[in-house]
């Protein structure tokens, strides 16, 4: 079974970085096929799309409001977000999660962690 869990998170003042990890603890195999992404959801809005990059390496895709600042790299069992120049507009819980299609619609996600609190103080 995959099992996603987050870690990373945190408080942290404008301009910081912070490096957030997401690993399939369960052990269950992961399809080559796969896409890992990560969405972010602040309070009152609708959870929106992060980055995204393919199982087996490569495809990097951002979002607009976090290309140039954020990294999305991955090994076998591990995602992660290295977050840089953090603006106070980053504050959001961030979810990993692990999807079949190549689309920033978290609709295309079906396994997802439990989300890690990001807060940035100006």
């Known amino acids: 079974q995959v099992q996603l869990v987050e870690s990373g998170g945190g408080s942290v003042q404008a301009g910081d970085s912070l490096r957030l990890s997401c690993t399939n603890s369960?052990?269950?195999?992961?399809?080559?096929?796969?896409?890992w992404g990560w969405f972010r959801q602040a309070p009152g809005q609708e959870r929106e799309f992060v980055a995204l990059r393919r199982w087996r390496g490569g495809s990097e895709l951002y979002a607009d409001a976090v290309k140039g600042r954020f990294i999305i790299d991955s090994d076998r069992s591990t995602v992660y977000l290295q977050m840089n120049s953090l603006k106070p507009e980053d504050t959001a819980v961030y979810y990993c999660a692990l999807g079949s299609r190549y689309e920033t619609n978290r609709r295309a996600f079906n396994t997802w962690g439990q989300g890690t609190q990001v807060t940035v103080v100006s």
């Open positions: 369960g052990g269950g195999r992961i399809l080559s096929s796969s896409i």
